[in-house]
Structure formats: structure tokens, C-alpha cells
């Protein structure tokens, strides 16, 4: 049992001959040069109903050929190669020479099956099997377009017998299946289309029909070579959908120039990224990146050669416009008389003075010989709160010009800086403002750009020293209500003064509050408590209502007042509680 279709011969159709087989080819040079040439086989494709198969009109064969086991044709397939009238003109010379009718008759006989069949066979379709190795295929139409259109626009060359020239390159150059002198049917029409006549190549439905006689052309009829044949639909799909994505390519891309063009965004030979305008750099009024160009111009940088004594770098910033720079006095404690340079935020340096410093308040204030300078404004530090959005400016580890950011993490901070006599005492603004070795001095700015505190001391992790560690977040500023009045006091007088109570207070004292000593001469007399009515042994334990632990803390608030102003003091006396008002006043001069 196998897959191909079988059908059972049926009585040849009455009045019409089957072709006789051909016979064997004959070796060149036999049977003069109308001999059969070698034919390929024919392919069987498809399934043929014999019930209504007609026959091929076709000549008999040769009398002298042998007939065979199988029947074969003779077909001359149109060549797809560049020699376009050779393979027309000899192929076609050779099979349709003029007197060799049986010849003519096996040559287009595929033709004229065409001619009968070609209308109940189409040649191409979605239900027509067509290998791609085929002679002709499908595509049979596409191979005579093309082989005509090569012979319309074949070169002319110049005939080797007359010097005219012909329709192509190898009209004169004979071939093996022509006649004697190698011109055939092939030389004949290459002569007709030098000389202006039609021209024909092998019979099929766009030339004269099997038997019939067109003026001007070949005995054997066929195609008109200058016809321009019809391109099959295929290609007119094919190229139907190239030119529909061709569009819509084109399209694209003129939308995109066009949009291109709308937009003023054309390569021009320059950056196509847009510039940045007038004033695109500014910064809106209250933002961090406007505050800090205002303030640097108004920032320095401290540098101090103290010889013996070390060195040190450090931070200040201008207060007012007769060259008065405020900083902190450790920056500067180690060259009271020493070498103190001043480096303005443009990189000028200035030899600077110092008019005055107190240990007490950690400050002290140096002058350069520049008036020009903008100054930066002190703003009240009593009105700053807990949150509030900061800025330190200054120079951390000597980079000067930089600038960190943060809030106010806590107000009224005992801090006590140094050692003895040296301690200060500040009632301080805490920050976590990132603030390193190099930003004492330098100014904390709310954002209004004012400056509230002073940047002065930062928390270290038990167990680092002054020469290790950084900023952990826990940062300290001298408010800038503090900073003024002593800056004032500095500059006028050279030196600041403390408000004081009169009272001695016990540093051993492990209780809660601050101990006053109960020995004589503990309560000054005449001096602020003594005449509220302190006595030695009191524990004082709240100052303007708030509370009291230590004795640091006590001392800060005092220094945190001015001189002159009234307060009032809580103490713990034999189990009781007292609330005592007095005056502060001046610490007497050592």
C-alpha cells in the first residue's frame, strides 16, 4: 500500500493521438543539425484525471529514433543568466529551426500544452504544488518576464555578418543546438530586432496560439520580446506590501523631523541639549543652596601658628564692615601674640589681630585690615525651637567653603569645654548638623540666614580624645544672643563680663542639685545671694523655674543672663523648699 494516487487507463479520447515516445538522442554530428538534444526527464507532480485528459498536439518523432521505455519531451527552459540572447536565441534556434518540423513540434510542445491546458491549470494559486527546482514551477510566468525583459534591455552588439548591431550579446555567437553557422531561429531574430521587425521567442499565451500565422514574426510564432510583460500577482503583493511599509517608514520618519523641526531640537553641529538660561542658577529665597551662597563671601578660614605652642586651623565669619571676624578662642588660644592668618572664601589671605577673647564664653574676635566685606547679621537665638532647619558653614579637617545641613535637635545644652580655669560654660544649641575639628567658630544659620549660634564643641564616644573621632550627629553652637553681647564687650573693652551670683558651690556634692559650701566666706558678701538670703549648705535645686541637677548646670544658666538681670532661685533648705529673687551682677575683676 502506498501514498500515490493510482488511476486506471481509460480509451484515448477518438480523433485525438497520443504522442509517440521520442527516441534516444542522438550523438552531435548524427542526424544533421536538426538532431534531437538530450531531453530531462519529466517531473510527475500532482494527480492527472484521465477521464478528461486531451492529448498534446505534438509531431511524431523522428522515423530513426529507437523508442524507449519511457516517453520524453524535449524542453527548452528559459535561462535566468546574463547571456540573455544566447540562451534565447541558441536554445530557440536550435529546437524551432526553420524545416524541422518534428523538432519545432517537440520543442514547444510543452508550449502548446500550455496553450490548451493553461486555462484549466492555473500556474500559480494556493492549490497549485510547485517545487522550488522545478523547470518551471509556479513561477513559469516570472521566468519569461524576466528572459524578455533582459533580451529588450540587452547591450546591442555588432553581428558578425552584417556589422548592424542585434538584441543582444550572443545573437552572433552561435550555438550548439542552432543550425550550421550557429544562428538557428536564434541569429534570425536577432537580425529582426536590429532591423526594427517583432521579434518572437518560444510560443506561449501572450504570442500567436499553436498553429496560427502572425505577420512579421518566426514560423513558429511566439513571444514579443519588446512586449512588457505583466508582472504575476505575487510580485504585485510582494511589492505592493514594500511599498505600503515604505510609507509608513517614510512617514515616520519626516513625522519625526517634522516634530523635530516644531521643536527646535535639529542637530545643528551643536549640543542639541538645551542651555541654561538667564538665572537658571539662582536659587529661590529660603532654600539651602541660596542661604549658603549669600553666607560663604561672608566666611573664613583660620589658620594659627602657635610655634611651641601648636597650630591650629579653624573657622570665623565677618560681624560687621570695619573687618571684625568672630571665632571661637580655642582656635586661637594657642598664639595669643602668635602668627594668625585669615583666608577669605576667594582664597585671599589677611594677617589678622586679636582684640579680644574670654575663656568663659569660648569666644573671641580678631580684626584684618579689610572693609569691604559683607558682614552676616546675628539673629535672636530666644526664638529659635526645637526642630528648626539649620546650616553650618565652615571648614571640617581644613576644606573650607563647605556647608552641612540639619535641625535644632535640642536648646538650653549645659556644656562645659576644658579643663580648670580654662572651662567653658555654654547653655548651648544642640545640632545634628554635621560639625568636625575645623568648623569651631563658624556660623549656624536658620534659614532666614541669620546666624544663631556658634559652632563650638561636639560629643565624643567614651574612650576618643581630641585627635580622634567626628561628628557622631551630637553637635554644640554658642547662642547667638550670648555671642553678641560678648563680641560687643570685646570689641569695646577688649575683655567680657560675667554675671555672677556670689556663691561658692561644693563640686563633691553627689545629690540632686547644686550645693552650696558651708564654710565661711562661701556666701560673698554683699553680693547677689547673700542679700536674697543664701546661706552655706543650701541646695539649690531650680533657676527661673527650671530644674536644677548639677552644678555646671546651674553655672550655664547664670552665664546664659546678662548683668543686671533679675532671676529667681529655688533652694532646699532642712527639708523645705525656698524660692529667693535677686539681681545679678558683674564678676569682680581678678
Same mark, same amino acid.
Request: glycine residues 16%.
Given at each position: ?58 509531431? !511524431? ?5 529507437? !523508442?524507449? &521505455?519511457?516517453?520524453?519531451?524535449? $524542453? ?6 546574463? &547571456? ?7 536554445? $530557440? ?9 518534428? &523538432? ?87 537580425t529582426a530586432a536590429a532591423a526594427g521587425a517583432t521579434a518572437y521567442a518560444s510560443a506561449g499565451p501572450e504570442g500567436p496560439a499553436h498553429g496560427q500565422t502572425v505577420p512579421d514574426a518566426p514560423a513558429g510564432g511566439g513571444v514579443l ?21 515604505g510609507l509608513c517608514l517614510l512617514s515616520g520618519v519626516v513625522g519625526g523631523v517634522a516634530g523635530q523641526l516644531a521643536e527646535g531640537r535639529i542637530n545643528s553641529g551643536v549640543s542639541t541639549l538645551p542651555e541654561p538660561g538667564p538665572g ?109 532647619q539649620v546650616i553650618a558653614v565652615g571648614a571640617p579637617l581644613g576644606l573650607d567653603q563647605t556647608v552641612t545641613t540639619g535641625i535644632v535637635s535640642a536648646l538650653n545644652r549645659p556644656v562645659t569645654a576644658g579643663e580648670g580655669s580654662e &572651662? ?167
Amino acid at each position: 500500500m502506498t501514498d500515490e494516487s493510482t488511476t486506471p487507463d481509460r480509451e484515448p479520447t477518438p480523433g485525438v493521438q497520443a504522442p509517440e515516445p521520442a527516441g534516444p538522442a542522438r550523438p552531435e554530428g548524427e542526424g544533421g543539425p536538426n538532431a534531437w538534444a538530450p531531453a530531462p526527464e519529466r517531473e510527475q507532480t500532482g494527480i492527472i484525471d484521465l477521464h478528461d485528459t486531451r492529448a498534446i498536439p505534438a509531431a !511524431p518523432p523522428p522515423t530513426s529514433a529507437a !523508442p524507449t &521505455s519511457e516517453p520524453r519531451v524535449s $524542453v527548452a527552459p528559459v535561462s535566468s543568466s546574463a &547571456s540573455t540572447g544566447g540562451s534565447v536565441g541558441g536554445s $530557440v534556434g536550435g529546437s524551432v529551426g526553420a524545416g524541422d518540423t518534428g &523538432s519545432e513540434r517537440d520543442d514547444s510542445g510543452d508550449d502548446a500544452w500550455f496553450d490548451v491546458f493553461g486555462g484549466e491549470h492555473p500556474g500559480e494559486g494556493a492549490g497549485v504544488p510547485a517545487k522550488a527546482d522545478s523547470p518551471w514551477g509556479s513561477d513559469r510566468a516570472d521566468a519569461r518576464a524576466d528572459e524578455a525583459h533582459r533580451s529588450a534591455y540587452a547591450p546591442p552588439v555588432p553581428d558578425a555578418a552584417t556589422g548592424r548591431p542585434t538584441s543582444g550579446p550572443a545573437a552572433d555567437s552561435g550555438s550548439p543546438a542552432g543550425g550550421p553557422d550557429g544562428g538557428g531561429a536564434g541569429a534570425g531574430l536577432g537580425t529582426a530586432a536590429a532591423a526594427g521587425a517583432t521579434a518572437y521567442a518560444s510560443a506561449g499565451p501572450e504570442g500567436p496560439a499553436h498553429g496560427q500565422t502572425v505577420p512579421d514574426a518566426p514560423a513558429g510564432g511566439g513571444v514579443l520580446l519588446t512586449d512588457e510583460p505583466t508582472p504575476p500577482a505575487r510580485r504585485r503583493r510582494g511589492g505592493l506590501v514594500a511599498a505600503v511599509a515604505g510609507l509608513c517608514l517614510l512617514s515616520g520618519v519626516v513625522g519625526g523631523v517634522a516634530g523635530q523641526l516644531a521643536e527646535g531640537r535639529i542637530n545643528s553641529g551643536v549640543s542639541t541639549l538645551p542651555e541654561p538660561g538667564p538665572g537658571a542658577t539662582a536659587r529661590p529665597p529660603g532654600s539651602v543652596a541660596n542661604i549658603a551662597a549669600v553666607a560663604l563671601p561672608s566666611v573664613v578660614t583660620i589658620k594659627v601658628d602657635g610655634g611651641s605652642e601648636g597650630s591650629a586651623t579653624g573657622s570665623g565669619f565677618v560681624i560687621d564692615n570695619k573687618g571684625h571676624v568672630l571665632t571661637n578662642n580655642h582656635v586661637v588660644a594657642a598664639a595669643p601674640d602668635g602668627d594668625i592668618e585669615v583666608v577669605l572664601s576667594n582664597g585671599d589671605a589677611q594677617k589678622a589681630t586679636i582684640v579680644g577673647r574670654d575663656t568663659s564664653y569660648d569666644l573671641a574676635v580678631l580684626k584684618i585690615a579689610r572693609t569691604d566685606l559683607t558682614p552676616l547679621r546675628l539673629g535672636p537665638s530666644d526664638k529659635v525651637v526645637v526642630g528648626d532647619q539649620v546650616i553650618a558653614v565652615g571648614a571640617p579637617l581644613g576644606l573650607d567653603q563647605t556647608v552641612t545641613t540639619g535641625i535644632v535637635s535640642a536648646l538650653n545644652r549645659p556644656v562645659t569645654a576644658g579643663e580648670g580655669s580654662e &572651662s567653658s560654660y555654654i547653655n548651648a544649641i544642640q545640632t545634628d548638623t554635621a560639625i568636625n575639628p575645623g568648623n569651631s567658630g563658624g556660623p549656624l544659620l536658620d534659614m532666614s540666614g541669620e546666624v544663631i549660634g556658634i559652632n563650638s564643641a561636639i560629643a565624643r564616644v567614651p574612650g576618643t580624645t581630641g585627635s580622634t573621632g567626628g561628628s557622631i550627629g551630637l553637635g554644640f553652637a554658642i547662642p547667638s544672643d550670648q555671642a553678641r553681647r560678648t563680641a560687643d564687650q570685646l570689641i569695646a573693652t577688649g575683655k567680657a563680663t560675667h554675671p555672677v551670683i556670689g556663691v561658692s558651690l561644693d563640686r563633691t556634692f553627689s545629690g540632686d542639685g547644686a550645693q552650696v559650701l558651708a564654710t565661711p566666706g562661701a556666701v560673698t558678701a554683699g553680693g547677689p545671694a547673700a542679700k536674697a538670703g543664701v546661706k552655706g549648705g543650701d541646695i539649690v535645686v531650680g533657676f527661673e523655674g527650671k530644674r536644677i541637677r548639677t552644678p555646671d548646670q546651674l553655672i550655664v544658666a547664670i552665664r546664659a543672663r546678662a548683668v543686671g538681670d533679675t532671676v529667681k532661685l529655688k533652694v532646699e533648705r532642712g527639708g523645705k523648699e525656698i524660692e529667693l529673687s535677686m539681681t545679678l551682677e558683674a564678676e569682680p575683676p581678678k
